[in-house]
């Protein structure tokens, strides 16, 4: 009995739902190389990588923010604000400075966030709530309600450039990815971001700044979304301030398809990053096959809904 | 009305459990009625009439007494609305019959504690109970109020409701009870009739010899530490702690023992800044501490292994190593990065150290067994070397050998000079780990033992400082 007790499974279902969702994207794309020709096209896969920078730019931050057990639905606020500023700056900054300050104003609107979910005790989802709003509405008095534009072939590199065969903002997403994944599993900020998604009070008895490091996983959530705006104003030259809407929910989806577990603790910004292509490759994909755009809502659902639920009935298993 | 006593521990919550089916049995049969019965939920036990008041209640807050006393029998009128009027009806006549009112429409969370173990009491006989089990109800309420409660109780009786009454305080048994069953260890050791005992006979049942026979103490002659390491005064933090001092020596372990509710875990929690202190002081090496956080209890010396493991301790979620480097990562990081191999290599001095058993080391803590999660929730606080290490019920919910291990890893750390503030409800384990014990009860020490005071003597005083 005694050493029954102490020899454990290794539980190969924690292995799959860690990694199922790697094998889920790997047998779309063979599954789609077939069906969907010009599917593996270099064309087309830039095209899908470059259309996922943006939104897996926003998507590390919001790695952090639901693996530190909050949540973020403001970043797509956040992305149209900081678009519209580095637009509106450059007419009196260089476009360097304008990046450095939106950068600075996403952080701090993060710094908010975290702020009132962790100091305040308002529900994360609430708290963003207010600040989608709030920042929405700052948006719109920002721009006088009117598209901005700016011409900046410079500042234009960041969001249509290449770096050699690759563009540019591609370049920048893997670099992102990677930084942010080293921070998540090798700093100390990482592992007190688990730790306190897992079980905040124990990481508080274990001597651990909870507040602190609570509310710094929501810094990480608005200065990312502030750089996807950086890459969206720099790839559109224009911003209208209606910019932006549902990229939160895209950002969520994708943290969540990704396997980041819906109430906090664990994660991983790689696996995010597969979600977000997943995404992509679906819209891109019914593109391709020339089915109308509502249905990928409706596809859209159900991949979020059953990659959640895999996570949440396998816990209430336990 | 039959009382079932015993220590904490003695299986007295495990053995109600059993009965409505909270938890499987391994082996062994149920009569109820007369009938063999197999309950496999306590809602299933709860609708054949047997119905359990738990220490903390079971009702809705936000609901008002009448919809919780009729929540699940509620009655409708032809057009399937709510029969309001008909339940109140029925509510007014057991409130009759029982000689006692309660505001109907008030919220159950603007009652005291006594009037909602009455509605508890009023939920179960309206779900037409006809066993009750009433698992310490006079935990929390003042001296009326239980003179209260033993009138109700007396009334039930003599409309044929049988009741189990569960408690460790002697005093309300010989009051209100028949009968009275002794446990200790999981195993029922008398029955008896309350007229042919007393309450000496009845603690000489309750302690027994018990772990003695497992453990030999090993604590010989040891040169005792004049140091004084940690001086506490007049700590205050209501309703739990009300005025605690005491002084504990570097290399010692003290044990600090009481009832449930005396404020133990309070007291930890204080000590550890895990709450806020309301007057007092706190002063280890002679320098007053003044704490906000556990992080600054830990930058001064002091850990603590807190009672719920799983829910205070660990990150079951988490892999073992990273449980066991949490309090101390910065000793784990090169310019802020943290090295793996250093973190594994102290994993593995805690596994030899303290024997833990796993599959390995990534082994994610939710899947160890408790005495080995129990083992890492010590070992994180092992590389903070800390002063004073305070352990609330380090020995709770693991089988006897890893209790054992826990004993002699709490002395092995006192040797090495670590002060030890060792919180048990366990008299007998307390009284084998520790060389000076204290007793605490109602937020205060009414008594302090040297190493070698019997288990007999300690349970007195506590049983005697709780009315």
């Known amino acids: 009995m005694e050493k029954k007790k102490d020899v454990i499974l290794p539980s190969y279902w924690y292995v799959i739902s860690k990694n199922g969702i790697l094998f889920i994207f790997l047998l779309l794309c063979i599954l789609l190389s077939i069906i969907t020709p010009g599917f593996l096209s270099w064309a087309n896969i830039l095209n899908v990588l470059r259309q996922s920078s943006i939104i897996g730019i926003m998507a590390i931050g919001t790695t952090f923010v639901i693996i530190g057990g909050g949540f973020d639905i403001s970043v797509g606020s956040i992305l149209v604000l900081t678009a519209a500023m580095c637009v509106g700056l450059q007419y009196k900054v260089h476009w360097v ?20 979910a962790a100091k305040i005790h308002i ?10 709003t709030i920042v929405r509405g700052l948006a719109y008095l920002y721009t006088g309600g009117y598209p901005l534009y700016v011409e900046a072939p410079d500042f234009a590199y960041i969001g249509t450039g290449y770096l050699g065969p690759i563009p540019f903002p591609v370049v920048l997403l893997v670099i992102m990815v990677a930084l942010w994944q080293f921070v998540l599993e090798k700093t100390r900020f990482g592992r007190y971001a688990c730790a306190l998604g897992g079980n905040k009070e124990a990481a508080r008895l274990s001597g651990v700044k909870v507040d602190y490091f609570h509310i710094l996983t929501f810094v990480v959530g608005g200065l990312m979304a502030a750089m996807s705006g950086v890459v969206y104003a720099s790839r559109l030259l224009s911003v209208t301030p209606l910019a932006g809407q549902g990229y939160e929910l895209d950002a ?21 990053l597969v979600g977000v292509l997943l995404l992509t490759i679906i819209a891109n994909v019914f593109n391709l096959m020339g089915i109308h755009i509502y249905v990928q809502y409706v596809v859209k659902g159900a991949i979020i809904l059953s990659a959640v639920g895999f996570d949440t009935y396998s816990k209430f298993g336990q | 009305m039959h009382a079932l006593v015993g220590e904490n521990g003695a299986g007295k919550s495990t053995l109600i459990k059993l009965v ?83 505001p109907p429409y008030e919220k159950v969370r603007n009652l005291g504690v006594a009037e909602q173990k009455l509605v508890e009491i009023l939920k179960a006989l309206i779900h037409k109970a006809k066993f009750i089990i009433m698992d310490e109800p006079t935990a929390s309420l003042s001296e009326n109020e239980i003179e209260h409660l033993f009138r109700i109780i007396a009334e039930l009786k003599s409309k044929g409701i049988s009741i189990l009454y569960i408690t460790h305080l002697l005093g309300e048994v010989f009051k209100i009870a028949d009968r009275i069953t002794v446990l200790r260890d999981g195993k029922k050791i008398n029955t008896v009739p309350v007229r042919d005992v007393d309450r000496d006979k009845v603690i000489t049942m309750m302690v027994g010899e018990s772990l003695k026979n497992a453990y030999t103490s090993t604590c010989l002659e ?59 002081s706190i ?28 829910k205070d301790a660990l990150i079951l979620m ?40 796993s599959s390995g080391m990534k082994q994610i803590t939710k899947y160890l067994s408790g005495g080995n999660q129990q083992k890492v929730a010590i070992s994180k606080w092992l590389q903070a070397e800390p002063k004073v290490l305070i352990m609330d019920e380090p020995t709770q919910g693991i089988d006897v050998k890893a209790k054992i291990e826990v004993y002699n890893i709490v002395r092995k750390l ?27 009860s109602n937020g205060e020490i009414i008594g302090e033992f040297k190493n070698g005071a019997s288990q007999e003597e300690v349970m007195r005083m506590i049983l005697k400082g709780s009315k």
């Not at chain 2, 090496?285 to 292994?305: C, E």
């Open chain 2, 414 to 440: 006192a040797e090495s000079g670590v002060c030890i503030i060792f919180i048990s409800s366990e008299v007998s384990e307390v009284l084998i780990v520790s060389d000076r014990v204290l007793v605490l």
């Open chain 2, 283 to 310: 002063i280890i090496d002679q320098k007053q501490l003044r704490f906000t956080s556990p992080r600054d209890a830990v930058n001064y010396g002091i850990s603590m292994v807190p009672e719920d493991r799983k």
């Open chain 1, 123 to 132: 529900p994360a989802i609430i708290a963003t709530l207010g600040t989608m």
């Open chain 1, 97 to 116: 400075i304008a990046i450095l300050i939106v950068l600075i104003i996403g952080a701090l609107i993060g710094l908010i966030n975290g702020f009132l």
């Open chain 1, 252 to 272: 969520i989806a994708s943290t969540v398809i990704g396997g980041t577990s819906v109430s906090g603790g664990e994660g991983s910004v790689v696996r995010t």
């Open chain 2, 318 to 357: 988490l892999e073992m190593y990273k449980n066991i480097t949490l309090p101390t990562l910065e000793q784990f990081t090169n310019r802020g990065i943290i090295s793996s191999s250093k973190e594994f290599a102290a994993t593995r001095k805690a596994v030899e150290k303290l024997n833990i058993k």
């Open chain 2, 20 to 102: 409505v089916g909270a938890y499987k049995r391994d082996s062994g049969e149920i009569y109820f009625d007369e009938q063999k019965v197999e309950f496999t939920s306590p809602a299933q036990a709860f609708q054949n009439g047997l119905s359990v008041i738990y220490q903390e209640n079971s009702l809705i807050p936000q609901l008002t007494v009448i919809h919780n006393i009729f929540l699940g029998v509620e009655y409708f009128t032809s057009l399937g609305i709510l029969d309001e009027n008909k339940i109140f009806q029925q509510y007014l006549a057991i409130t009759k019959q029982l000689g006692f009112e309660l």
């Open chain 2, 222 to 280: 040891r040169k005792k530490s004049e140091k004084v390491v940690l001086k506490v005064e007049n700590l205050k933090r209501k309703p739990r702690v009300k005025d605690i001092s005491f002084i504990a020596f570097a290399g010692e372990v003290l044990g600090i023992t009481g009832l449930r509710g005396a404020g133990k875990t309070e007291l930890s929690r204080l000590l550890f800044g895990a709450d806020k202190l309301e007057g007092g």
